[in-house]
């Protein structure tokens, strides 16, 4: 009887001590999902701040009712649109912080997509790296490495992360929404060079190796096929556009959570 009780007991001290040793992994576990919390936070916040600084120092609203006006001698040169972007960018102060600036991103029907555009020697440097090129998992938007900096190719393609905190291109899935496209189908890219107002033509859900990534050696009528099987995908309800062989086209791309996949709106230069 006596042996009996010593093995309950002994059996209850290590039920015990395995107790305590999960109880222990469990903490070590929160401890660490908690710091690793707090390190995405800290990112978050880090590249949220420096984005509202830049914007802060280099974005006016254009008042309602004033006008920009080009000179015609420009607006021919550059292709530049000749029509009130609704806001100005001082790229000045933009390209004494980094000189790969390419332009300025602004979605109308989202006006919190408003940030600078760069262009890296390859499709990785800004992935993870923010305007001031600061480590951090935001990135910057950034277009491909193979395109003309002065989006003149045919198909431009932007690259945006999509941010649990909505920003950089959280957002951009909000034209999956027809409310959304019916507040504006208007993007701009605004340059040194001139402001370029582009109309939204379509919105899917892309492959990564889709055909959708497809780079035009120039203009020609395969353009014209592209567009319009990329606005045969569209989840948009609106009038269809009609295409030209020298139209230029502006993708922006985004992640979608799954690898295999990317969310993408393109747009098509309106002269």
Known sequence: MARNIKIKEKSHAVSNGITVL?????????????????????????????YD???????TERAAGTEKKPEIKEVQETGAVALDAPIEIDFESL???????????YV????????????????EYYLHRTFEK????????????KNNKDLSSCNTIVYGHNMKNGTMFGKLKQFKEESTIQKSPYIWMLTPEGDYRYEIFTAYTAEV?????TLFKGPGEE??????????????????????VHDRILTLSTCTGDD????????????
């Not at 109308?108 to 499709?123: F, K, L, M, R, W």
């Open 22 to 50: 999960v109880l222990i992994f469990a903490i070590a576990v929160c401890v660490i999902a908690a710091g690793n919390l707090y390190q995405i936070y800290g990112q978050y916040k880090a590249g949220s701040d420096e």
């Open 108 to 123: 109308d029907a989202i006006p919190s997509i408003s940030y600078p555009v760069v262009q890296g020697e390859d499709n």
């Open 95 to 105: 390209q004494e912080i980094n000189n790969d600036i390419v332009g300025w991103l």
């Open 134 to 145: 600061a480590d951090n998992f935001a990135g910057t938007v950034f277009i491909d490495c």
């Open 209 to 213: 190796d889709s055909d959708t990534y």
């Open 223 to 244: 353009l014209v096929k592209y567009a319009e099987k990329m606005q045969s995908y569209s989840s948009l309800v609106r009038t269809p556009l009609t295409f030209d």
């Open 53 to 59: 600084r830049i914007q802060n120092m280099v974005v």
């Open 260 to 271: 295999t996949t990317r969310y993408v709106v393109q747009a098509v230069y309106q002269e």
